[in-house]
């Protein structure tokens, strides 16, 4: 149990001596962060192997910390996502020192919310992701930051607050404040007021379609590893709030629920790949896939069957490494060109082949095709949708069509055709790019060949969550 | 035993004293010493006498502690201005007097002694805005002084019928008895206690009685501003929750069922006008005298929903944050006298002054509501006990204004952080102002993390009570 | 020979680590990268054979792919007398192509991507082929896709190419979106995705359920193999380079869709709806085909309609009932449309031109590659004895059987595949040389050799019909005679007209009469369905798209965001402004306030 | 009953006068009077109320009554001079009139 502690502990840690070290001698902050955030890699892999992943939640000393299937790939996802953050963002001169010591602290509020085996631990780490994320968007971002580090806070903030309301009326109603195995649902008077109360903190996160007009904003100002940690791990600190309290608090809210979520959800998809479709920015571009692939979860918690819930950890870890590989990019981009307008760009694949070719590759894992990691939660949804809605689903696969439209168009529009003079002499990835790229190619393509990597470990506890919730 | 209970007020008093008669041999230093010493004296006392077991005696106490600690540490943070400027140990002594005085508002049980209580902070409040030196101040302090008598004379009112009510003993106790059956007719009791409630909003400023607030806190000096933000709505809410949650503390039975609507609209109007001005505000001052009501009615959602000690708690961790906030105002004005007290132009301050800024943007989240920061234990406490007691509307509105409060409270940050350019420090003329920054700072820190490791948040219900 | 049937799983997984070699390895040398390639394709050339010489039956093996608690999604291999068929195809034509891009991709800069490109083609096809559960087939159905993206768009840095890469994979994916939902159909309906227990249960599902999962997995397949309405990519396919037409957009790739309907035969077996639909696409794509490809300019584009038309004669077959006969037509044709595409090949290489218009006379010059185009060109025609006459005539024949107007659609047909293929054949071969190039030369050897080994597989792929059928479980029908004589006139007379006509004439396209002149100018664009499908799907959906950004999501969904946000300012005004400065509205709001305070109370507490 | 009245009346024309009058002199000569009604009220209450008017008990009310009264009259003052004390202050910058007084808004 110990270890779960450390691994909220470990990043803290990093994040001080690093906004401490850079004090005392430039350029350290980078390395004390590489270092923790793969000493961190290194823990969660012992704590995932130790740990009784299929197990119920194995609460910590004070019922603060727990690791099972569930959170599992979760926290797995967020300790790969820091190593590549910090090799994405390498080479940043503005105050390194407090850059790297924010990233840490986001990293270590992300996996505290994950290891969080009390309702109100998790709401404080949930709401503790805010601070760092508002500084990066902040201060690194670029021009439109203020704007955007303030809608996002404000935004995110109102939805948690309810959240917060909605934790205090289960509690009143005789939920215990333990995530873990004990009996669980609320007063079913109580149900709808808590799951609406809830679901307003969690879908702002996820984000549901039309709560999701924060993302683009934050997504275009925010610097890479801004990028990364908030598209790659964020979004599914909502997902995962869903599956851990909001459907075991109120299980007939939830299935009552469904069908409204479900439309949403599939709106999500189509709406969000429509929006792509017309973006001529390519961060913004690739926030709106993210709109679209987080549809896909919406619509799985919304069908709420085990398997459905099993296919909406697999999409959100999927997303999570594909949105960070096109983010890594996307920010290794702009700093060649200090432009990301898709008009101005243009036959990359020439001027610069490896990043060409790694976006071909994450655009082609972001379009769903089989054998990356897009394709089998994508597909488990899909099936798992048509048995429950029937044919709302040729909306879906729609969808799917126009991801297919909209990233083949930007791979169209920014990698191949001729070679644009004005990137004549651009420098192509370098080492610490290329490590960061294979970090993520990596799961991107297990995943896609291997799913049960992340299925046989959610399966077993969600199928436990879903029983135990007499659905 | 009495002694022991009326020894802080005495202490602070005698510190006044002191601090007046020094400085009547020109001796400022010494005269601001006198003052902070019997501040801090009194805030020993209190903590000294604590029963051994934690129990829910401990409560006034540690507020009484709480309330002296600060009042010192606003006098530590207008050093250089009470030692340097002819009214600065004048000021110092007053602020003396408003310690006594809010101590004894906050210990008494009789309707006269809270009178008498509220009236001599008034007073010394007059006298501290007065000595803010501009022409605004003097203004300021004109209206202050005839709200302040309106009030009065409402208060003489309202504590005459209730003394008479009471068969002339005036006690807290014989009061709530005399409620059910007395010789005056229902309807007149029910006038004494609006008024009542009335101008204990008036006193700390909740709306619709709140028009002194604003001009006060930006026209009187920082350090002042400070300590009248804080100590005496402090005290003002521990004896409101006191009055209308019964000396029991701990009991639920409501003295008088109608005055709960009244308060419940005055914390839910002060939350919705606090917030809401506020968001307009370009004087830094002002955005915090304004956010002071916002958050005065959070603690009344403490009182309406039988909380009491929720109450306390939230509106004593908020004024902690407010006086550092005000002590913050004072020291950017020491490395920059030409600042004009605007948010706007804070830019830049991150970079120019990375500690105070750190200490800053800690006060304005924690008076945001971010959790790990104090501000978030008090409102928890607040909310979860309005929750309890089906004020969940109330709840709600109280968690949109903490929402809201980022519009102004984020703004500060964003102008320290956020923008690069701004004015140019020169150098730091006296550490005191930060310092005292940095110490509350540091204090709302603390206070923020301490229920994680005391036994879990799960213990927060045990204030909710 | 057993250690081959026994793990069938190589035939994709050579080809893979092959693929991954030339990946990382193949940049410096182009041999290194084109033997890694032959290895992919020769091992599923072995599989293939060993699966044929020795049926092993049902030799597979499921793996727990994507474990859920309603339904286990497997993936597995099974290596049946279909599969080795197809393995069989696909290993030839890939073999074949191979050897032939090594000297047609001579001067390209990057032949270690076009061979791993290839390597990996290879490896997806034989997963599709051996694909044990439909979730396996549809994984390698769609990487046979994205490959055929990366190769049509090789040269991405000529747009037409890159737009031609991208128009592909798109409406492919259009016709995949209805697989995938014919694949959620049965799921629901079945429980499971494993091919052998969904079409045991075929027989219990209701027969609007049959007919709705097969026409949806006929949607996929005729996006795959180019059948009307999805056709209108393969054309602009020919932009890539020309091997790898003749692999993915004549052989194998486009088979897929004919291979789907024949491993689910069962299912079609039980909708007659869904069979009459196949059979009027068929027969519709076999005619419209054939016509735009007479009026056709480039000599890949007549044979890229060529292969439309003649996938169409398949789903024909496949309409009415005769899968056999389908399969065997894709066999045979498969040999000799890879040869008449890698004899254009090399036609382009020597000549330097596409345009049949600028060739002619070139049989002198490149006798080689004009006899075995001759021999794919009489193939094709359906001319005994080669194989094209076999196949063909049994589709004629079992297609006769089911519907005459089919039957006669088919037949003008092949009387119109007589006519392009010779009047091809005229204007590039024979005639005076109208090309500006003189040194036209005669392709190297590493270039004719496969075409001459293509040119005998096509020759001789007529007498497979029996072992075909054989290798199926059903025995060949006997040719019946007066279907044969008038399948073969109507070819003889087709291939009379295209030499006769433009063999006087060869500019006789130039100067056509009035009311042919506009006919034929249709029938060049397509009759014009790309341009509709711009005007009415991609201009307008592009048009949605922002408009709606625009209107929806800034106006509408930010307008509110924002302008909550704006509101809650203005309304901070408004409360701000309260605060006019004058103490005894200050001092009238407090005796005001109290007295509300005590109305209040009193009424409530009376 | 008539002395309440009186009380009443003498606070209500306090508030009046504070409320309409111009200069900051007659406003604080207004709360005055508004405070002595109130001391006023106190004094009347309890000796009419006192629990059992002319008992022994009763009287005791009445004297407590009187008692703070006279407190009040000390509070007032008080009040009064720290008033005085800042218009003073005000009109040696000539600002006698309560429109003066509101440059302070916002």
Known sequence: MTILLVLVAVPLAGAVVAWVGERMHEGSARWVALATTT???????????????????????????????????????????????????????????????????????????????????????????????????????HEGRRHAAM???????????????????????GASASLGASAFAVASTAQPAVFWLLLA?????????????????????????????????????????????????????????????????????????????????????????????????????????????????????????????????????????????????????????????????????????????????????????????GWWMVAVAVGVVLAGVYNLRAVRRVAHGPEVPAWKGLADLDWRERLAVGLLALPIVALGVWPSLVTSAASPVVAALVARMGR | MTWTIIAPTLLAAAGAVCALAFDAFGMRRSASGAAVAGAVAAGAVPLALLPSSVSVAWVIPVLEAAVALITAVTLVGGWRRSTTSSSGPMSAALGGLVLSASLLVMITHDMVLLLVGLEAMGLAAYGLTALGGTAEAREATMKYVIQGAVATGLLIIGVSVLFVASGGSGGYAQVVTATGASPFPRSAIALAWALLACVLAFKCGAFPFHWWAPDVYEHSSPPAAALLASVPKIAVVVATAQLFVQRGLSSTML??????????????????????????????????????????????????????????????????????????????????????????????????????????????????????????????????????????????????????????????????????????????????????????????????????????????????? | MGVLTANA??????????????????????????????????????????????????????????????????????????????????????????????????????????????????????????????????????????????????????????????????????????????????????????????????????????????????AGAAGKSAQFPLHVWLPDAMEGPTPVSALIHAATMVAAGVFLVARMWPLFAASPAALQVVLVIGCVTALGAATIAVTQTDIKKVLAYSTISQLGFMFAALGSGAWVAAVFHLVTHAAFKSLLFLASGSVIHGSGTQDLRDMGGLWRKMPLTAGTWMVGVLALAGIPPLAGFFSKDAVIGAVMQRSVPAGAALVAASLLTGLYAFRATQLAFFGRWRGDVQDVAESPAVMTAPLLALAVAAAASGAAAGPVSRLLGAEAEPLSIPIAVMSVVAALIGCLIGSGVWGRDAGVENALPRWLERWWMAARSGYGIDDLYRRVVVRPVIGVAAISYVLVERVIIDGIVEGIGRATRRLGHGAAELQNGDPQRYAAWIAVGAIAAVAVTVWLGR | MSGIVVACLLF????????????????????????????????????????????AAGANTAASGQAVALLLLAVVAAEAAVGLAVLVSLVRHGKTGVDDIQRVRG
């Open chain 1, 39 to 141: 000493v961190q890699g290194a823990l969660t892999v012992m704590a995932m192997s130790t740990a009784t992943v299929a197990g119920p939640a194995g609460s910590g000393g004070n019922g603060l910390v727990a690791l099972d299937g569930l959170s599992g790939p979760l926290v797995s996802l967020t300790a790969l996502l820091g190593i590549v953050c910090v090799l994405a963002s390498w080479s940043t001169r503005r105050g390194p020192g407090a850059y790297f010591g924010l990233l840490l602290w986001l990293q270590a509020a992300v996996t505290a919310v994950f290891l969080a085996a009390n309702i109100l631990a998790l709401y404080v780490a949930w709401e503790a992701v805010l601070i760092p994320m508002w500084f990066l968007i902040g201060v690194w971002g």
């Open chain 1, 151 to 173: 809608k996002f806070f404000v935004y995110t903030f109102a939805g948690s607050a309810l959240m917060l309301v909605g934790i205090l009326v289960a509690l009143r109603n």
């Open chain 1, 201 to 389: 903190g969690l879908a702002v996160k996820i984000p549901v379609w039309p709560l999701h007009t924060w993302l683009p904003d934050a997504h275009v100002e925010a610097p890479t590893a801004g990028s990364i940690m908030l598209a790659g791990i964020l979004l599914k600190m909502g997902g995962y709030g869903f599956i851990r309290v909001a459907l075991p608090l109120a299980p007939e809210a939830a299935t009552a629920a469904g069908p409204l979520l479900a439309t949403l959800g599939v709106i999500g998809i189509v709406y969000g790949a429509v929006m792509a479709l017309a973006q001529t920015d390519l961060k913004r571009l690739i926030a709106y896939s993210s709109v679209s692939h987080m549809g896909f979860v919406v619509l799985a918690l919304a069908v709420g069957t085990p398997a459905a819930l099993t296919a909406a950890v697999l999409v959100m870890v999927a997303h999570g490494v594909t949105s960070a590989l096109l983010f890594l990019l996307a920010g290794a981009l702009y700093d060649r060109t200090r432009t990301l307008e898709v008009a101005r760009l243009g036959g990359l694949q020439r001027t610069i082949p490896a990043w060409g070719t790694a976006f071909l590759f994450g655009c082609l894992a972001s379009l769903g095709l089989p054998g990356l990691a897009g394709f089998p939660g994508e597909l488990l949804t899909f099936l798992e949708g048509f048995e429950a809605y």
């Open chain 2, 255 to 465: 003295t008088f069922a109608t005055p709960v609507a009244l308060i419940a609209a005055l914390a839910a109007g002060s939350i919705v006008f606090g917030n809401l001005a506020a968001l307009r505000q370009r004087s830094m001052r002002r955005m915090l005298a304004y956010s002071g009501i916002a958050q005065v009615g959070y603690a009344l959602v403490g009182v309406v929903s039988r909380a009491p000690v929720a109450a306390m708690l939230c509106i004593t961790l908020y004024g902690l944050a407010a006086a550092g906030a005000f002590l913050s105002v004072e020291a950017v004005g020491d490395g920059d006298p030409s600042w004009d007290g605007r948010i706007d132009t804070l830019a830049g301050l991150g970079s120019r002054r990375p500690r105070l800024a750190a200490a800053i943007a800690a006060l304005m989240l924690s008076m945001t509501g971010i959790p790990l920061l104090a501000g978030f234990v008090g409102k928890l406490a607040v909310f979860s006990a309005a929750v309890d007691t089906g004020w969940t509307w109330l709840a709600v509105l109280g968690v949109v204004g903490s929402v809201v409060s980022f519009g102004y409270y984020g703004r500060v940050l964003g102008a320290a952080y956020l923008t690069g350019d701004g004015i140019a420090g020169s150098k730091v003329r006296s550490g005191a102002a930060e310092a005292a920054t940095l110490l509350t700072a540091i204090a709302v820190v603390i206070a923020g993390m301490a229920p994680l490791f005391v036994g879990g948040l799960a213990a927060l219900s045990l204030f909710a009570r």
């Open chain 3, 9 to 218: 799983y190589l035939a994709v997984l050579v080809p893979l680590l092959a693929s991954a070699a030339v990946g990382v390895f193949g940049r410096r040398s182009m041999q290194l990268s084109c033997w890694g390639a032959l290895a992919g394709s020769v091992s599923v050339l072995a599989v293939g054979v060993a699966c044929v010489l020795e049926p092993a039956g049902r030799r597979s093996v499921s793996l727990g792919w994507l474990a859920s608690s309603s339904g286990e999604l497997t993936i597995g291999w099974h290596a049946d007398g279909l599969a080795a068929i197809m393995l069989v195809v696909v290993g030839v034509v890939a073999s074949a192509v191979v050897v032939f891009s090594l000297g047609y991709m001579r001067r390209d800069p990057d032949p270690g991507r076009y061979f791993a490109l290839i390597a990996l083609f290879t490896a997806s096809m034989s997963a599709l082929v051996l694909a044990d559960s439909l979730v396996t087939l549809f994984v390698g159905w769609e990487l046979v896709g994205a490959c055929s993206y990366l190769l049509i768009g090789f040269w991405y840095d000529k747009p037409s190419a890159a737009d031609a890469a991208r128009k592909a994979f798109i409406v492919t994916r259009v016709g995949d979106a209805g697989f995938m939902l014919g694949l959620a159909v049965l799921w629901g309906a079945t429980g499971t995705l494993a091919i052998p227990e969904v079409l045991g249960r075929v027989a219990a599902l209701p027969a609007s359920t049959a007919t709705v999962a097969a026409l949806l997995l006929f």
């Open chain 4, 12 to 55: 209500s024309l306090g508030l009046y006068g504070v409320l309409t009058r111009r200069e900051i002199v007659a406003v604080l000569a207004s709360i005055e009077v508004m405070l002595g009604g109130a001391t006023l009220l106190l004094v009347v209450l309890s000796s009419t109320y006192g629990t059992g008017a002319g008992t």
